[in-house]
């Protein structure tokens, strides 16, 4: 009884489901705060296209990037991450960026950066770091 209980008044992105957790992550609005809280938590999901979704949707890159290194294999992450530092997508400035790139070790990532930054200085970070 009490789980059923709990499916009936818990809030949609914490539901066992994981299908049901991506549609409730999607209705999010991490402008607000107490949304905001719930789409940090799904950060830590324990499915990894969730933990994704909610990373975009905050548009964190840093969270992205200390992610990244438990999902490499797996290709939207790579694209996300590549997007992401970029500049192609998300609003994180330069600088950080810049700064991202430099805790990468991951050589595909740094390549996509060196081709598609979109910023000379990036690019030459992530050809530097292709260099070592």
Same mark, same amino acid.
């Given at each position: 009884?009490?789980?059923?209980?709990?499916?009936?008044?818990?809030?949609?992105?914490?539901?066992?489901?994981?299908?049901?957790?991506?549609?409730?992550?999607? +209705?999010? *609005?991490? &402008?607000q705060?107490?949304?905001?809280? @719930?789409?940090q %938590?799904?950060?830590q999901?324990?499915?990894?296209?969730?933990?994704?979704?909610?990373?975009?949707a905050l548009?964190?890159?840093?969270?992205?990037?200390?992610?990244?290194? =438990?999902?490499? !294999? $797996?290709e939207?992450w790579? *694209?996300? #991450?590549? !997007?992401r530092? %970029?500049?192609?997508e998300?609003?994180?400035?330069? =600088?950080? +960026?810049? %700064?991202?790139? &430099?805790? #990468?070790?991951?050589?595909?990532?740094? %390549?996509?950066? @060196?081709?598609?930054?979109? $910023?000379? *200085?990036? +690019?030459?970070?992530?050809l530097?770091?292709?260099?070592?």
């Open positions: 009884m009490h789980g059923l209980l709990r499916r009936l008044f818990a809030p949609r992105w914490q539901h066992p489901d994981p299908e049901v957790r991506r549609q409730a992550l999607q +209705r999010l *609005n991490p &402008e705060a107490e949304q905001r809280q @719930a789409l %938590s799904l950060t999901d324990s499915d990894s296209q969730i933990r994704l979704a909610a990373l975009l548009d964190d890159c840093a969270g992205l990037v200390d992610a990244y290194s =438990h999902h490499q !294999q $797996n939207a790579f *694209n996300a #991450i590549c !997007q530092l %970029s500049g192609r998300g609003h994180t400035d330069l =600088h950080q +960026r810049q %700064s991202l790139v &430099e805790q #990468i070790e991951e050589p595909r990532v740094l %390549s996509a950066v @060196a081709l598609q930054g979109d $910023n000379l *200085n990036l +690019r030459l970070t992530a530097s770091k292709l260099g070592r």
